[in-house]
C-alpha cells in the first residue's frame, strides 16, 4: 500500500508538471536565473577571500632595525617580533642582503658607486596572519626596543579588506533577495495548479482524505522543478566560471590574480544549489496548497 502510495504521488507530481509546461519551464527559468547570480557573487566572494588569503601569506611589514645594533642585538629581535599577536612570523635581512636586493633592482647599478650597505639599517620582514590588524599590529611593531621605524602597505590592505566586506554583504543580501523571489515565483506556479484541482480537493477532502496525501503530490511536483533548476544552475556555473577565469587570467593586466580552482568548491556549490532548489520547491507547494486545504 505504501508502494502504491509513494508511485501516486510521483505520478501525480509528473503529471502537474506536463499539464502545465509553460509555468512549469518559467518556473525552472526563474530558480536557474536566481541560483547563477547567487552562485556568482558566492564565488566571487570565495575568490576574493582566496586573493586575500595569499595576501597574507606574502604580504610583509618592514621593520627598520636601530643604526648603532650589532648583528647580535638585531637578530634577538626577531622573538620580540615574533611573539606579538597576529605575527606569524619574522625574518631577519641584515644590510649587506637588503643592498644586493636594492641593487637587483636596478639594471645599472653603477650610478651608486661609492654607496655600500652601510647607508641601510637591518630589518625584519613581518608576516601576518591577519591583513586587516595590519595597523594595530604595525603600533606593536613599533613599540618593541630597537625598532626606528615601521612600514607597512595600510592604503592596499584597506582597499582589498573594503572589498571583500562589500561583496560578503552584496552577496548576503542577493542570495536572501534571490531566494525569495524564487520562493515567491514557485508559489505562484504550484497555485495554478492547485485552483484548477481545487474542486477535486475539496471532494478528497470530503471523503476523508488526509491533507498529507492531499498535499504530497505537489511537494513532489516543487521538489522535482526544484531539483532541475539546482542541476541546470550548477551545470551553468560551472561552464560560466570556467569561461570567465580563462579570459581574466589570459589578461595580462589581472596576471598576479590567483583563482579558486572550480573543482575545489564544486561538491559545496553543488549542494548548497540542490538545498536551495529542493528547498524553494518544497516550501513554495506548501505555502501554494495551504489555503486549499481549508475545507
Known amino acids: 500500500m505504501k508502494g502504491n502510495r509513494f508511485f501516486y504521488y510521483i505520478r501525480e507530481g509528473i503529471n502537474s508538471i506536463f499539464n502545465h509546461g509553460f509555468m512549469s519551464f518559467a518556473s525552472v527559468c526563474i530558480i536557474v536565473a536566481c541560483l547563477i547570480i547567487m552562485g556568482s557573487?558566492?564565488?566571487l566572494?570565495?575568490?576574493?577571500?582566496?586573493?586575500?588569503?595569499?595576501?597574507?601569506?606574502?604580504?610583509?611589514i618592514l621593520a627598520l632595525?636601530?643604526?648603532?645594533?650589532?648583528?647580535?642585538?638585531?637578530?634577538?629581535?626577531?622573538?620580540?617580533?615574533?611573539?606579538?599577536?597576529?605575527?606569524?612570523?619574522?625574518v631577519y635581512v641584515s644590510r649587506d642582503e637588503a643592498w644586493e636586493d636594492f641593487l637587483d633592482t636596478y639594471d645599472n647599478s653603477s650610478r651608486f658607486e661609492g654607496l655600500d650597505s652601510d647607508i641601510i639599517p637591518d630589518r625584519y620582514e613581518v608576516f601576518l596572519d591577519d591583513i586587516s590588524l595590519m595597523a594595530q599590529t604595525q603600533k606593536d611593531i613599533a613599540e618593541v626596543a630597537g625598532v626606528t621605524d615601521v612600514m607597512a602597505p595600510l592604503s592596499i590592505m584597506r582597499g582589498f579588506v573594503r572589498i571583500r566586506n562589500i561583496?560578503?554583504?552584496?552577496?548576503?543580501?542577493?542570495?536572501?533577495?534571490?531566494?525569495?523571489?524564487?520562493?515567491?515565483?514557485?508559489?505562484?506556479?504550484?497555485?495554478?495548479?492547485?485552483?484548477?484541482?481545487?474542486d477535486e480537493i475539496a471532494i478528497m477532502k470530503m471523503v476523508g482524505a488526509t491533507s498529507l496525501f492531499i498535499r504530497w503530490p505537489f511537494v513532489v511536483q516543487g521538489l522535482i522543478l526544484g531539483l532541475i533548476g539546482s542541476l541546470v544552475s550548477f551545470l551553468l556555473e560551472w561552464g560560466v566560471y570556467q569561461v570567465v577565469v580563462e579570459r581574466i587570467i589570459s589578461n595580462s593586466g589581472f596576471a598576479f590574480m590567483t583563482f579558486l580552482p572550480f573543482s575545489e568548491v564544486a561538491l559545496p556549490l553543488l549542494?548548497?544549489?540542490?538545498?536551495?532548489?529542493?528547498?524553494?520547491?518544497?516550501?513554495?507547494?506548501?505555502?501554494?496548497i495551504r489555503n486549499y486545504l481549508k475545507v
Open 271 to 288: 549542494a548548497a544549489f540542490a538545498a536551495v532548489g529542493l528547498g524553494v520547491g518544497t516550501i513554495g507547494s506548501l505555502l501554494a
Open 167 to 198: 561583496v560578503t554583504i552584496i552577496s548576503i543580501i542577493l542570495v536572501a533577495m534571490l531566494f525569495l523571489i524564487s520562493l515567491f515565483i514557485m508559489s505562484n506556479t504550484i497555485k495554478l495548479t492547485t485552483f484548477e484541482r481545487r
Open 45 to 60: 566572494a570565495l575568490n576574493v577571500d582566496a586573493i586575500i588569503d595569499t595576501m597574507e601569506s606574502q604580504n610583509e
Open 65 to 90: 632595525v636601530n643604526d648603532s645594533f650589532s648583528e647580535d642585538q638585531a637578530r634577538a629581535i626577531g622573538p620580540l617580533i615574533e611573539a606579538i599577536p597576529n605575527v606569524s612570523r619574522a
Open 41 to 43: 557573487f558566492t564565488l
